[in-house]
């Protein structure tokens, strides 16, 4: 949507009045949603030479996350805001790590109640249990529950992303040559999504524990992802075993073999995987086509397609605020996060709703979005806030 002539400016005021006012009717109406809307924020599309208060704007994200999609009476957040109060277990799991990125930087306690709160209503709503038929969404829970876990100090956090590791294990199998499969009932569909998420949280868990049996698990796996889902000619990561069609390279893929990669580097100290780990995110920082037309993030729809992007940008944060890279490459992606970030809030926020569109150069058209859409937004902005805290940026 292009910006409205001054001359229109009058008339664009009115619409504007009009319609905060049909969507507050909408919402207040709304089954299961909170009807508390986030106050109208300051408009971001600032000059360049002025600085964006990013910690505000990760709050407004995280307000409006709350208010347009939290479902308050069965305590998971709605697929979307207008309303469809459907369950996406792995949604939930980035939802529980997007509250634990609130509470790093504000210390604010009513994060750790929406948690538990969040974690209770995924049980229940899950047929009282954390297990699932998809291996990677158990891999993404016990992700977010052991950062939970490390930023709280609950045991129950821990012990629960402990039970999932037991379950996501037993889809190993030597079919393919090895690897974890997508889902139970799919023995033989390997994907990336599956097995680089396994191989980040078994390495956590040893560098937790302790326990050589975890970083075995991680090496494995890893060694698995590289041999048969990495292109060796480009390093970036394909969708499956077998599965080498260009148009099913997403960004998500390449953000958790990032992030399995630092880990083993970290653990390790060996070189090639930190090698592995820059040169996936050089290509995608430096490719101006096809992943970051423009220097932007492509956009990748709506339902699972929305929370791609937020996953890669969780992986390469985590890589920049390391202290393994070297400073101009540590600069190249602090300066990629925030012009996404900076073009997310002048080009792709829908106020005063604050409202993210899944192509963060244009504006939404609706104030219709998915819960997956939000996220990624959210996690954009508390990347951004804590590289900007960090002195990076």
Sequence with gaps: MTT???KHTNNGKWLILIGSLLVITFISCGGGKSKNLPLPQEDSSKAPNQSINW???ADSGQLALKSEFWNEYQHYYN????PNDGFNYWWQAHALDVLVDGYLRTNNQSYLAQIDVLLSGIKQKNGNTMHNTFYDDMEWMGLACLRAYKATGNMQYKDSAVQLWGWIKEGWSEIKNGGIAWASGSPDAKNACSNAPAAILAARLYELDNKQEDLQWAVKIYKWLKDY???PSSGLVWDAYGNTNPGNIYTYNQGTFIGAALELYTITKENGYLLDATRNADYLVNDGTKFSPGGILKGENTGDGGLFKGIFIRYLTNLTLSQAIDDKRQKKYADFLEKNATSLLTNATRRPNFIFGPDWVHQPGTFQSDCS??????ML?????QLSASKIN
């Design 373 to 378: 859409v939000q996220l990624s937004g959210v």
């Design 79 to 82: 697929q979307s805001n207008l």
């Design 381 to 385: 902005l508390e990347a951004v806030n």
């Design 229 to 231: 889902v990495v292109d």
């Design 4 to 6: 409205m002539d001054k």
């Design 55 to 57: 910690a505000k704007e």
